[in-house]
């Protein structure tokens, strides 16, 4: 078993930024592949980021409108994964989620490919 917790979440001004955080137990931090999801209100759950487990090199990917605003990254010495965002919009406003999943290769980006995930933590950017 994993298990996620979420922090950094808040109320920011459209522009701003905030640092999300996910800290992993349970499992070699290293060769879970992580990402985060994002879920406003009335919507489906959607993919924001993913990073591989650490292995030869590790590779990102993310959706089209948060390229260039969000950068995913990992510390395994911390077992956390961040989400820097940046530039934020009003349409960032969600509720954000991380997940985990044990693979040694490759990036995730659909919520059935995860089998952990965080509790969310709450993202209100305002106009």
């Known amino acids: 078993q994993v298990q996620l917790v979420e922090s950094g979440g808040g109320l920011v001004q459209a522009g701003g930024s905030l640092r999300l955080s996910c800290a992993a137990s349970?499992?070699?931090?290293?060769?879970?592949?992580m990402g985060w999801f994002r879920q406003a209100p009335g919507k489906e759950r959607e993919f924001v980021a993913a990073?591989?487990?650490?292995?030869?090199?590790?590779?990102?990917y993310y959706k089209d409108s948060v390229k260039g605003r969000f950068t995913i990254s990992r510390d395994n010495a911390k077992n956390t994964v961040y989400l820097q965002m940046n530039t934020l919009k009003p349409e960032d406003t969600a509720v954000y989620y991380c997940?985990?999943?044990?693979?040694?290769?490759?990036?995730?980006?659909?919520?059935?490919?995860?089998?952990?995930w965080g509790q969310g933590t709450q993202v209100t950017v305002s106009s």
């Open positions: 997940a985990a999943d044990s693979r040694l290769y490759g990036v995730v980006i659909t919520t059935t490919g995860y089998a952990y």
């Open positions: 990073i591989s487990a650490t292995g030869i090199g590790s590779s990102t």
């Open positions: 349970g499992r070699t931090f290293s060769t879970l592949a």
